[in-house]
């Protein structure tokens, strides 16, 4: 009997690895990108310990990706009102320490195409320029139709095709994704000198703005600020070399201490987009198709989790597969469904909870005046002291 053939849908970073898990598994994955090659859009990925977790589970993958290991937090205050040192964190270290699997932070142009690379020596097979428009099932199958006119038919389908899902799109009907009021605008500069923190990233608050900076190995690091601001369009492009020098210019992070202020000084690249994301679905999937990652629950990005929730999401749906179908057979509609619908049992309510915290930590990071920031930066000291407080910071 031939392998059930599975239509994966987007070649982010979270379709590939979900290929490679099926192929293990004795299916017949075949992955499918809109764009005609990996983009190298974006900045980088912190993928924690949940999401090394997972990926620790395909041999080779987290050293072909490679990364730095971050092992403490540090936060600081940049109000003039109350500038310093507000606390530091060992969670990340201890949560390796506890479980074998450490955050690292990579370059996510650099960790797509390690991906994509590691998929293809695997044998998973990946359409490029297959842009998803329409879906079609019955009882034994799913039929997708491309843009480009290809119509492929296979036994179930899965889409991570992201914040804009057109497969989400096919099953749920159009729904605008949310602004969340703030704007995240980054870049990659040489780790400055006066950084205090040279392996360890830092918080660093403002009253109405925010910093995070994160060491990337090979003495860059990546920082983002985030603020509130009119809708942005999201997109992960980089705006351009007037923008940039205005940006230089004009923005208050320029005379941020602690090296803040370098760091946006000397980047060559900013990238700026407004960060979006959804109401919960009650359901991701319908029939035979699934959504996974972004196309089921996009997060703003406040807490870190997006792409670490899409592993948790394709390491439960793997459980849940080899027990409702151990021998990789054509698995029938009724099996699929209960796969899929146990996946959103435990999934959803997760998802939808740090969905919720990552506001929450935009809307602190972001906050307004001198009191209100003073009442933050008092909260912040006590979660310095308080590991439960700390692990919200992270999301896990
Ligand atoms: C270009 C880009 C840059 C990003 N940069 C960052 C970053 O710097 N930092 C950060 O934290 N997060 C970033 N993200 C978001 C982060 O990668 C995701 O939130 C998360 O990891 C979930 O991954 P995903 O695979 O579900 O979705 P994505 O990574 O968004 O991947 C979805 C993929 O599906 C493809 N696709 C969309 N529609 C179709 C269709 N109709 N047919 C076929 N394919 C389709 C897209 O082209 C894309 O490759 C970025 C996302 C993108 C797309
Ligand atoms: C940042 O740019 C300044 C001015 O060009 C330069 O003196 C400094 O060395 C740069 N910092 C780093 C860490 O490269
Ligand atoms: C990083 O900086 C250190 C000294 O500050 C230097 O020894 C090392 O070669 C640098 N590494 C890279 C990759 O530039
Ligand atoms: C795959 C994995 O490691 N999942 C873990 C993520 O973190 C939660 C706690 O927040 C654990 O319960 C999961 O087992």
Redesign the pocket.
């Known amino acids: 009997m031939s392998p059930a053939r599975v239509g994966v849908i987007g070649a982010g970073i979270v379709g590939p690895v979900l290929s490679i898990f099926l192929k293990q598994k004795g299916y017949d994955p075949i992955l499918y990108e809109r764009l005609d090659a990996p983009s190298d859009a974006g900045l980088g990925i912190a993928l924690q310990s949940n999401g090394t977790a997972v990926l620790a589970k395909i041999p080779g993958l987290l050293d072909a990706i490679g990364g730095q290991i971050l092992n403490n937090i540090y936060f600081y205050s940049v109000l003039p009102e109350d500038t310093g040192l507000l606390g530091a964190s060992e969670h990340p270290r201890r949560l390796r320490e506890a479980t074998g699997h450490p955050l690292m932070a990579v370059r996510r142009p650099l960790m797509h195409a390690r991906i994509i690379d590691f998929a293809r020596q695997l044998g998973v097979p990946i359409e490029f320029g297959h842009n998803l428009e329409a879906l079609e099932q019955n009882d034994d199958g799913v039929t997708v139709t491309f843009a480009n006119g290809v119509k492929e038919t296979f036994s179930f389908v899965v889409g991570c095709d992201g914040l804009h899902s057109k497969t989400r799109a096919c099953l749920f009907g159009d729904m605008p994704a949310e602004y969340t009021g703030v704007t995240y605008c980054g870049g990659i500069s040489p780790?400055p000198?006066l950084w205090e923190c040279?392996k360890d990233p830092a918080d660093l608050y403002g009253n109405g703005a925010y910093m995070i900076a994160i060491p990337m190995?090979?003495?860059?690091t990546l920082w983002a600020v985030v603020q509130r601001e009119p809708e942005a369009k999201e997109q992960w492009r980089a705006i351009d070399a007037a923008g940039v020098e205005e940006f230089k210019k004009n923005s208050p992070f320029v005379g941020w201490p602690y090296g803040a202020g370098e760091l946006v000084k000397n980047s060559t690249k900013i990238v700026k987009y407004g960060i979006y994301d959804r109401p919960e679905l009650k359901a991701w999937h319908q029939g035979r198709v699934l959504l996974v990652g972004d196309a089921a629950h996009p997060t703003s990005p406040h807490t870190a989790q997006g792409a670490n929730q899409a592993y948790e999401d394709i390491d439960l749906l793997m459980e849940l597969l080899k027990k409702h179908n151990p021998s990789a057979e054509l698995p029938s509609t009724p099996m699929l469904e209960a796969v899929f619908t146990e996946l959103e049992r435990t999934r959803i309510p997760r998802t939808s909870d740090l969905v919720r915290k990552a506001r929450a930590q935009g809307e602190m990071r972001t906050v307004v005046g001198v009191e209100a920031c003073m009442r933050r930066n008092a909260a912040i000291r006590d979660m310095c002291s308080d590991p439960e407080k700390i692990r919200a910071r992270f999301g896990a």
Do not use: A, E, F, Q
């Open positions: 780790t000198d040279k190995g090979d003495n860059i």
